[in-house]
C-alpha cells in the first residue's frame, strides 16, 4: 500500500511532480518550503508548512518524502536535502508520469523521478535522486548515477555511463559507449562523441556568420 506523501519544494519543478501525483491519486499531506514560488493552481488546497524542521513532526516509517527541489547546473542543494533526510532514516518516494515508458528490465534507484513521454530501455540503471526529465530517452545498458539531471529531450545512446552530480542539457544527445565523470555539465543542445573527464563543462559551439 503506498504511504502519504511528504513535498519538500514548492517552485515549478514540484508543482509538475504533484500534477503527476495528482493524477495517480496519491495522498499528500503537505509541502515544505519558506514560501511557494510558484503560482501555479497545482498547490490548491494543500497543506504549506515553512521549515525542514516540520518533516521531523512525522513519523519516518508511516510517510515518504518527494523531493520537490529542482536542479540547475553546479548546484547542490537538491542533493544536499537528500542526503539530510536519508540520514536521518527517511525514504523517498519514486514518482513516474503515467506516459513514461520504462522497461521491466531497468532498475530504478530510490527518489528517482521520471516525468511525460520518457523512455528508459532494457540493462538501464538510474541512480538514486535523478531526474529523467520530459521526453528523455535512456538507451539500452545505460548506467546513470546518483544525482543526475537528464533534462527534457536528452538522448543517451545504448552503454552510455555518467557518475554522480551531472547535469546533461535540454536536447543534448551523447553516443554509444561514452562516460561522462562526476561534477560534469553538458551544455543545452550538445552533442558528445568522446568521453568527458570529471569537473567539466561542455559547451555547445556557437557558429556566427556576419551578416553584411
Given amino acids: ?29 503537505g509541502l515544505v518550503s519558506p514560501e511557494i514560488e510558484s503560482n501555479s493552481k497545482v498547490f490548491n488546497g494543500i497543506r504549506h508548512y515553512k521549515s525542514d524542521d516540520d518533516v ?3 513519523d519516518k516509517k508511516s ?3 518527494v523531493n520537490g527541489i529542482g536542479s540547475l547546473p553546479g548546484d547542490r542543494l ?5 542526503n539530510k533526510f536519508l540520514e536521518l532514516g527517511y525514504e523517498f518516494a519514486i514518482v513516474i508520469a503515467p ?13 528517482v523521478q521520471v516525468f511525460a513521454g520518457a523512455i528508459i530501455q532494457t540493462g538501464a540503471v538510474i541512480g538514486a535522486n535523478t531526474i529523467i526529465n520530459t521526453g528523455s530517452i535512456i538507451e539500452h545498458n545505460c548506467i546513470i548515477g546518483q544525482n543526475n539531471h537528464i533534462a527534457p529531450g536528452v ?20 553516443i554509444q559507449s561514452i562516460g561522462i565523470g562526476k561534477n560534469s555539465i553538458v551544455g543545452a543542445g550538445v552533442v558528445i562523441t568522446k568521453n568527458v573527464e570529471e569537473n567539466t563543462i561542455c559547451f555547445p559551439v556557437r557558429i556566427a556568420k556576419k551578416v553584411i
Fill in 63 to 65: 510517510i515518504e518524502l
Fill in 155 to 174: 538522448t543517451l545512446s545504448g552503454q552510455v555511463t555518467t557518475e554522480e552530480n551531472i547535469h546533461i542539457g535540454t536536447g543534448a544527445s551523447v
Fill in 99 to 111: 506516459s513514461a515508458k520504462i522497461s521491466g528490465y531497468a532498475e530504478i534507484g530510490g527518489g
Fill in 78 to 82: 537538491r542533493s544536499s536535502i537528500y
Fill in 56 to 58: 521531523l513532526k512525522f
Fill in 1 to 29: 500500500m503506498s504511504k502519504p506523501l511528504l513535498i519538500l519544494g514548492a517552485g515549478g519543478h514540484a508543482s509538475v511532480l504533484i500534477d503527476i501525483l495528482l493524477q495517480q491519486k496519491r495522498e499528500i499531506l
